[in-house]
């Protein structure tokens, strides 16, 4: 009996030191799992801070580029006459900027002004008009922010250079407001927010709207002090958020700028993964208490553990379900991101050759000249505004591409021949992805010889389901190395939308891309 009692006493404290030994286990797991799961989130907030703040500083720095634009025309060009033309020619480009609110350009000789040009429509008061000139000091950018009674928030910029003792300025302002909306359209897919002020504390962009153009060291919790950094150095914190309403982590660093001292500020959730945190907690003392009774009673729980596995086997399946959703919204997501590569591309090599064009026509055909000027106007602000789901109608898109034939027919004039052909008038009702006539044709520009003894024959030929693009076969020696940016584009979102791939094939001496069709 004692030796009974004995032994049941040594089961009680074999099974007591096993739970007590679970229990710290799991404790010790849970606080590992935490710590490291903390880790993994700060360097996510942390990638990200980077990435958005260098997406941030390149699109301020892309706002302006006519201060830049205005620097070379000034220094390369001779003549206040010249001078001016171009600097005309400029303000017209910028005015496909949804932003602006209004530009000018003038000239400024021993301190007075002698010529000012503002664009059609636009008049100013004296008072304004020497705020518009700003100071006279050389080869400076003068910038800064402020409420108009109809409580829009301008950026203002002036630059100002001096060459023959002359001093020409050009100068605009851009409704902070609508920067903020353009912004949205190139950063949807970011887990944190950002705003950016100046150095008065002047909020210049957050995606809270009624906060632009306040006083971000009252409206959130940047203080003053927060602002004292090296460049390339930045605060780190954690804030309540006045966007979120919750804890964030901050991140704070100078915005280096031209024209004045700028400041962005990331905000990252820090309770982005609190609940996944949680669920593994409890899955982990699940598994702990688990194992611990079927160590004990491993017959008694034999049926247990075939329910375990049921029960995991159903997780995976519904992981399997995930991840082939997953896979269909990355691969939108890399459609995506491609187009925009595509569009980056596109604007500033395609804009570079176009303005050497009209540099040469300016000269020789003023009329064709302005009909150029207007045309590639058009063409841009359809490059910047893609249209919802990133598929355009049939219509748009050959108005867009007659557009973009027209200025490659002005530069290179007979060397190039197109038409557009409809043989079924139905597929002008339907679909194809935004810029897929242009991504072929320029592949055919670019890939193939182009010259007054060789002439390049392009043809559109709109069919019931598809539309075919040729060109005369005529590759350049050597051919020319390239990424296929658009091309893969075009096959990832023709994937998506459940389509087989372009088709690409030579027939006699024509080169010929099928694009199939598609429908709402």
Known sequence: MLKHFTARKRYVAFIFVIIITSIIATFI?????????????????????????????????????????????IRD????????????????LQRSDSSLVKNWFGLIKNDSLVHIEL???????????????????????????FQTPEHRVIWRQIRHYSKDQLTYFYGYDLDLKVVQKLFWNTDVYSQSYAYVFDEKGTCMLHPNLDL??????????????????????????????????????????????????????????????????DLIKKYSLIIYILSTVLVLFVFYYFTRALNIDFKER??????????????????????????????ERVNPHFLFNSLNSLYTLIDLDSNLSKKFTIEL????RYLIQSPQGDLSGIRVELDFIEKYLFLQKTRFRDALHFEITIEDTSGLNKKIPYLSLQTVVENAIKHNRVSVHEPLYIGVVINGNYIDVKNTFQLKEGGIKSENF???????IYRYYGKEDISLFQQDNMFICRLPLLTD
């Open 119 to 145: 664009q059609d429509g636009v008049t100013v008061s004296p008072e304004e008009t020497g705020k518009l000139v700003g100071s006279h000091q050389s080869d400076t950018i003068q910038a800064y922010v």
């Open 486 to 492: 658009g091309l893969k584009y075009l096959n990832r």
């Open 314 to 343: 159903e997780k995976l399946r519904q992981e399997k379900d995930r991840l082939v959703l997953e896979k269909e919204t990355i691969q939108k997501e890399s459609a995506l991101l491609q187009l925009q590569q595509l569009k």
């Open 212 to 277: 632009i153009g306040t006083n971000v060291y009252q409206s959130t919790q940047t203080l003053s002090g927060d602002t004292l950094l090296n460049l390339g150095d930045y605060n780190k914190k954690i804030a309540q958020s006045e966007y979120l309403n919750l804890d964030v982590i901050n991140y704070l660093q100078p915005l280096n700028l031209p024209g004045g001292n700028y400041y962005v500020s990331i905000n990252f959730p820090k309770s982005i993964n609190e609940q996944d945190i």
């Open 377 to 380: 106007s058009k063409l841009y």
């Open 77 to 92: 060009v001779s003549g206040p006459t010249a001078v001016l033309h171009n600097l005309s020619i400029l303000s017209s």
């Open 29 to 73: 797991l849970n606080s590992l799992i935490s710590d490291e799961i903390d880790e993994v989130r700060n360097d996510i907030a942390q990638r990200s801070f980077y990435k958005k703040r260098e997406g941030i500083k390149n699109e301020f720095k892309a706002l302006q580029w006519p201060l830049r634009s205005a620097q070379d025309i």
